[in-house]
């Protein structure tokens, strides 16, 4: 039923053409393109369609420049928002959104400058509302940071092209997050300005506290504090522990080892003396958290621990959403997140 809603410039799945083109140059300019700013020739450049876009399940063909733009799952809708694009549809936050609107600060902030008709919101509690995608008539689907299945795409292709993963489900970074979206945009230029831009936030944050460098970081999966024999943890394939290298922090050669496929593993807390290497722990939790790990005849045994450097992370607050870092949340959360981590750092320090 979907079908209706299709374009018919859908190519998805099929080896590109010779036509398929991934964003050409224009070639040579005009007089009236001479008279153009700077912004408006770069974009006339990238608007060369139509553009391929490959990715973890297939390829998909772009045959025009999308107007309508929908994304799914979680905050993809920050790429078109944060290069000047008001998506006609979203999936509204499901957590770390205070005051339920179905849009974190960051993300209401960037809607509110752009103006434009309101989006609508796809309320994903139950899955992906395939329906009420459809019923935007998007002319692209971004789908870039998911864990769609197979079928899910197969069904979003039915409504418009669409672009999930890169890799794997969940794994992609903010960067590819850009990356691919802008280029199915055609704005590869202006992804590749804003990525600059959030390196730069990042980098000159970070700068303001030595004590962070190559710090050895791990962070832990939600504890279960009433049973603790278990360690569960992100490996260095999950975008959390990829966000400590862009904040200069460094990758235990524990977690590096351990981390194959997965962007999680559990470990027997028998096995903890493998985590001697770990400075710091980042988790969800609070100080009452803390407290049980210290307690712990086992886990308390972790350097980390032991020196109490740990980020408690509340995991239904904004920070502990921006763990998980996106596009927008980057330049807005960043400063308070890099030195709750340096605060860590300092304990690590003084243990030493």
């Not at 944060?82 to 979203?90: D, F, Q, R, S």
């Not at 596009?327 to 860590?344: F, H, N, Q, R």
Request: hydrophobic residues 40%.
């Amino acid at each position: 039923m979907y079908l209706v809603f299709a374009r018919r410039r859908l190519i998805t799945g099929a080896v590109a053409t010779a036509a398929a083109l991934v964003l050409a140059a224009c070639g040579g300019s005009s007089d009236s393109d001479a008279e153009s700013s700077d912004s408006e020739t770069t974009a006339a450049a990238e608007a060369s369609f139509p553009i391929t876009v490959k990715h973890a399940l297939g390829e998909t063909v772009i045959e025009e420049k999308p107007e309508r733009v929908a994304t799914v799952q979680w905050a993809n809708h920050e790429v078109p928002l944060a290069l000047g694009i008001v998506p006609v549809g979203y999936a509204k936050a499901n957590f770390g959104d205070p005051d339920g609107d179905g849009l974190l600060s960051w993300q209401k902030a960037k809607l509110d400058e752009l103006g434009g008709e309101t989006p609508v919101q796809f309320d994903e509690t139950d899955g992906i509302d395939f329906e009420a995608v459809a019923d935007t008539q998007p002319d692209i689907i971004l789908a870039t940071y998911s864990g769609l299945t197979e079928e899910d795409y197969k069904t979003l292709s039915e409504i418009a092209p669409t672009i999930p993963y890169p890799n794997g489900p969940w794994e992609t970074s903010w960067r590819d997050m850009i990356k691919l979206s802008s280029q199915a945009l055609g704005m590869t230029a202006q992804g590749d300005e804003l990525i600059a831009s959030i390196e730069k936030t990042m980098t000159d944050e970070a700068a303001k506290y030595p004590q962070l460098a190559d710090k050895k970081t791990m962070f832990l999966t939600h504890v279960d504090t009433t049973d603790l024999s278990k360690v569960s943890f992100y490996t260095d394939k999950d975008t959390r522990a990829q966000f400590f290298s862009d904040l200069g922090l460094g990758t235990p050669d524990s977690i590096a080892s351990a981390s194959g496929d997965e962007f999680s593993k559990e470990v027997s807390a028998e096995t903890v003396d493998t985590f001697n290497d770990v400075e710091m722990i980042v988790t969800y939790g609070d100080d009452k958290l803390i407290d049980t790990l210290k307690k712990d005849p086992i886990l308390s045994k972790m350097p980390a621990v032991a020196s109490g450097a740990i980020v408690a992370l509340d995991g239904t607050s904004e920070i502990g959403t921006a763990a998980n870092p996106t596009p927008l949340s980057i330049e807005t959360m960043v400063p308070e997140y890099v030195k709750m981590l340096a605060d860590a750092a300092d304990k690590a320090d003084a243990a030493k």
